[in-house]
């Protein structure tokens, strides 16, 4: 049975970086992996994700040049690099797993999603 393990949340302040690490176990390699998040009150939302080859990425418009995903390699560990962050990205991240018949896609809504960590806290305050 596969599953997706996040690390990496935290408490930083306004216009700080963070960095978030997903690791896949029992996945097959047709798998692309993501990242979404959950502010207090509101809908999960897709903010990232990467192609099972690492090879090609989306973002969601709110987190567009501020945050990047990266894979290793053809490995199922992904990151999150998020930059200048601010109050509202306050939320629960969680990483995601979808299996993938193409190598250069991957999807950011939730209901695609095959596998789901169990989230870390980031918390973006003064």
């Known amino acids: 049975q596969g599953q997706v393990v996040e690390s990496g949340g935290g408490l930083v302040q306004p216009g700080g970086s963070l960095r978030l690490s997903c690791i896949g176990s029992?996945?097959?390699?047709?798998?692309?992996m993501g990242w979404f998040r959950q502010a207090p009150g509101k809908e999960r939302e897709g903010i990232a994700c990467?192609?099972?080859?690492?090879?090609?990425?989306y973002y969601g418009d709110s987190v567009k040049g501020r945050f990047t995903i990266s894979r290793d390699g053809r490995t199922n560990k992904i990151h999150l690099q998020m930059d200048n962050l601010q109050p509202e990205d306050t939320a629960m991240y969680y990483c995601?797993?979808?299996?993938?018949?193409?190598?250069?896609?991957?999807?950011?809504?939730?209901?695609?999603?095959?596998?789901w960590g169990k989230g870390t806290l980031v918390t973006v305050s003064s």
């Open positions: 990467v192609s099972w080859r690492g090879t090609n990425t």
């Open positions: 029992g996945l097959p390699d047709e798998y692309a």
């Open positions: 995601a797993a979808d299996f993938q018949t193409r190598w250069d896609y991957c999807s950011l809504r939730t209901d695609d999603m095959d596998y």
